[in-house]
């Protein structure tokens, strides 16, 4: 069986999103919630695309803004991950086409995602052609004063 593209794993949502029971006492200790959304790889792709020239996101705030868009407690941290890591590579096979500005997108803290298409490399020139400048600390590279370059996603 050939292996899927990324744009194909983009565009499958099987069962999702899906808000899920969480009933194990230390996954409730550890997200506080009860409930966790699993969403779509869509709906980060089209988060990501709503992010302006010089504005700035992180997986974390796409995650509380879906996990309140389906009336969870918290939002799937491994597959919000996975699925905005799809959503880049994704925008990256299309060759410009409908692109998804993927760089904008930080984990958490304003760190850059080194599983991002080209890397931290990739990421830290998009961002830094954008105007944001890129720090190195130990390891760790981010974004200076990320969080005054925060957008925020309407309801």
Not at 36 to 53: C, F, H, T
Not at 109 to 131: H, M, S, T, Y
Request: net charge positive; charged share 30%.
């Amino acid at each position: 069986m050939p292996k899927k593209t990324f744009n194909e794993k983009l565009n499958f949502s099987g069962d999702l999103p899906k808000v899920a029971q969480i009933t194990e006492p230390w996954k409730i200790e550890r997200y506080k919630a009860t409930t966790m959304l699993i969403a779509a790889p869509l709906e980060y792709d089209g988060l990501m695309k709503k992010v302006p020239r010089g504005k700035l996101t992180t997986i974390d705030r796409m995650m509380a803004h879906l996990a309140k868009k389906y009336k969870a407690g918290c939002a799937c941290p491994m597959t919000a991950g996975m699925f905005v890591n799809i959503a880049a590579h994704a925008s990256e096979e299309r060759g410009g086409k409908n692109e998804t500005p993927w760089w904008r997108t930080l984990k958490k803290d304003g760190r850059l995602n080194e599983k991002f298409p080209d890397g931290i490399e990739g990421q830290k020139v998009r961002l830094e052609a954008e105007g944001h400048t890129v720090v190195q600390k130990g390891k760790k590279y981010l974004v200076e004063g990320y969080e005054g370059q925060v957008w925020e996603f309407k309801a």
